[in-house]
T-cell receptor
Framework: AQKITQTQPGMFVQEKEAVTLDCTYDTSDPSYGLFWYKQPSSGEMIFLIYQGSYDQQNATEGRYSLNFQKARKSANLVISASQLGDSAMYFCAMREGLQNYGQNFVFGPGTRLSVLP | ETGVTQSPTHLIKTRGQQVTLRCSSQSGHNTVSWYQQALGQGPQFIFQYYREEENGRGNFPPRFSGLQFPNYSSELNVNALELDDSALYLC?????????????FGSGTRLTVV
């Protein structure tokens, strides 16, 4: 079964507008972390934002915020004031358990975001 | 500037051959993971090394193997290459005391098997 679902293969947004990228996840572990990564054409995975399952508040990092709805198992990424440089693939990922030993990322299929001038 | 360097950046091999991909991490990064990213998909976990020992493995056959060295470098070896092994291979590393999200990814090696 898919642990991470990203239902939007591609998204378009006008420069300076906000955009929401959807992510739903599935886990029975009460302790987990949710991540968003940006992958430009160069291939490098760039960490954007992290949300722990026990965090009470939604994470924010500059123009990025994570809309965490635990009961719905949803962790949507909101990018405010989009810039042309935001055009890239965006991946939602999860790590189960808060112990690092042997725990790996599970990635979703990604959403390609295109920012229009 | 990324603290994780992968080499080579691109590679073309013939089916049945063997390949070694390399990753050089920042000093102190004693946890390294390798991922396979097929075209148009998200990365898939291959395995993880901690202090030179494998401590986690994904659903990949034994012909995928790895090594981690004391100088914070690591290798991914793939034997008997198949066409489906064509992908971007990413390594990610973090320090021992790094937070859960403290992984730094390299830019990857794009392997093409013909």
């Amino acid at each position: 079964a898919q642990k991470i679902t990203q239902t939007q293969p591609g998204m378009f947004v006008q420069e300076k507008e906000a955009v929401t990228l959807d992510c739903t996840y599935d886990t029975s572990d009460p302790s987990y972390g949710l991540f968003w990564y940006k992958q430009p054409s160069s291939g490098e995975m760039i960490f954007l934002i992290y949300q722990g399952s026990y965090d009470q508040q939604n994470a924010t990092e500059g123009r990025y915020s994570l809309n965490f709805q635990k009961a719905r198992k949803s962790a949507n990424l909101v990018i405010s004031a989009s810039q042309l440089g935001d055009s890239a693939m965006y991946f939602c990922a999860m790590r189960e358990g808060l112990q690092n030993y042997g725990q790996n990322f599970v990635f979703g299929p990604g959403t390609r975001l295109s920012v229009l001038p | 500037e990324t603290g994780v360097t992968q080499s080579p950046t691109h590679l073309i091999k013939t089916r049945g051959q063997q390949v070694t991909l390399r990753c050089s991490s920042q000093s102190g990064h004693n946890t390294v993971s390798w991922y396979q990213q097929a075209l148009g998909q998200g990365p898939q976990f291959i395995f993880q090394y901690y202090r030179e020992e494998e401590n986690g493995r994904g659903n990949f056959p034994p012909r995928f193997s790895g090594l981690q060295f004391p100088n914070y470098s690591s290798e991914l070896n793939v034997n008997a290459l198949e066409l489906d092994d064509s992908a971007l291979y990413l390594c990610a590393s973090k320090p021992q005391d790094g937070y859960n999200y403290g992984y730094t990814f390299g830019s990857g090696t794009r392997l093409t098997v013909v």
